[in-house]
């Protein structure tokens, strides 16, 4: 019960796209409303359809997202030292990776909606959290968002489901490949588990 609380809160977190004049707290009220509705809604997610989740992704999260930080904080120090070409293929890796976990996690959407509860500056940056809730049976799922401003946009660059920030839990498992493979042991790995390979 808990992983299906977690993987439909990490699903609802990652659908929620940005707005140029929006304050973040209004943009993760309104929006996840609408995603969730969306899920609901569309047989074919609920059934795990992978083209049918990829569009939604490519069109409601892509746009809320700076990939490239999320990929480079993901990856950690050893980004520095990558060439363009292995920075493309990592973020690509890392986009299917995302999506091929979701994929199973939106056919868990079924009932919930979200509350925000609270939004917080992080102190030296310009950075903020915006707190909230997944609600439904059982116990509410904690699911925080780390936006940054870029230009005339928020953009997700952190998602923290239940007390597990996403892209720090993915650092630390890059982590142990870099350190024995480098980046392109990273990228194969990537690959390797795209292509549905076990964790």
């Avoid at 074919?44 to 999260?61: E, H, M, Y």
């Avoid at 968002?145 to 597990?164: P, T």
């Avoid at 024995?180 to 390797?192: K, P």
């Amino acid at each position: 019960m808990l992983h299906r609380w977690f993987t439909a809160a990490a699903a609802i977190a990652i659908c929620v796209p940005a707005f140029a004049q929006q304050a973040p707290d209004a943009l993760v009220r309104q929006i996840s409303g609408e995603v969730i509705e969306a899920a609901k809604a569309d047989k074919a997610i609920q059934a795990g359809d992978v083209a049918r989740i990829s569009a939604l992704v490519d069109t409601k999260v892509m746009p809320a997202v700076n990939f490239e930080v999320m990929t480079r904080s993901a990856v950690g120090p050893q980004w520095r030292g990558a060439t363009p070409e292995q920075r493309a293929k990592l973020q690509t890796e890392f986009k299917a990776l995302l999506l091929r976990v979701y994929s199973g996690a939106l056919t868990q959407v079924k009932d919930q909606t979200v509350e925000v509860t609270r939004t917080q500056p992080v102190q030296g940056s310009t950075q903020v959290v915006v707190q909230s809730e997944v609600r439904g049976k059982g116990e509410p799922i904690k699911l925080d968002y780390r936006l940054d401003r870029f230009d005339d946009a928020w953009k997700i660059i952190d998602v923290n489901v239940g007390g597990i920030w996403l892209v720090q839990s993915y650092r630390s498992q890059f982590g142990q490949v870099l350190s024995s493979g480098g980046i392109d042991g990273l990228i194969t790995r990537l690959v390797e588990l795209n292509k549905g390979g076990k964790g």
